[in-house]
């Protein structure tokens, strides 16, 4: 993963472990206060949202613990197509520049112009270099990018 997503990572962890959960804690508190657990839907919500918050901090905690993070400025790249890379395409088809950064799996948003490395356009971009023209099969058909540029952030 990026540097940015571990960072990203992280930020969510904390608000969970000092946010969410001392919220959550304090929900469950009131709820039992109003009595008969067995039908009060504030006591189910609470816990319900507890156990959320608490298998979303393990999910992070376990990322954060295998992940191996990659800064793509420290790299070596020599002008290369790599992990974390942001790239200046060129569709040549629709004549559309576009700008991708190639990013782990759980940091990809189209929206945000991250696409996951093991996307069928970054694995057919990794190791090829700025002016480079290549044919990408995705689920549309065959695209022809030119790359007009490889930066690392």
Request: charge should be negative; avoid cysteine; proline fraction near 3%.
């Amino acid at each position: 993963m990026t540097v940015l997503g571990a960072e990203k990572l992280r930020a969510e962890l904390d608000n969970l472990k000092k946010v969410e959960r001392p919220r959550i804690i304090q929900d469950i508190a009131e709820a039992r206060a109003h009595g008969d657990l067995s039908e009060n839907a504030e006591y189910h919500a609470a816990r319900e949202q507890q156990s959320f918050a608490e298998g979303r901090i393990k999910e992070i905690e376990a990322k954060l613990s295998t992940a191996q993070v990659i800064d793509p400025t420290k790299l070596n790249t020599e002008g290369r197509v790599v992990f974390g890379a942001t790239l200046d395409l060129l569709n040549e088809s629709t004549s559309e520049e576009v700008t991708y950064q190639i990013v782990g799996d759980d940091e990809a948003s189209i929206e945000e112009g991250k696409i996951s490395i093991n996307s069928p356009i970054a694995r057919a971009l990794i190791g090829k270099e700025d002016g480079d023209v290549v044919d990408i099969q995705i689920p549309g058909g065959v695209h022809t990018y030119e790359i007009l540029g490889v930066r690392y952030k």
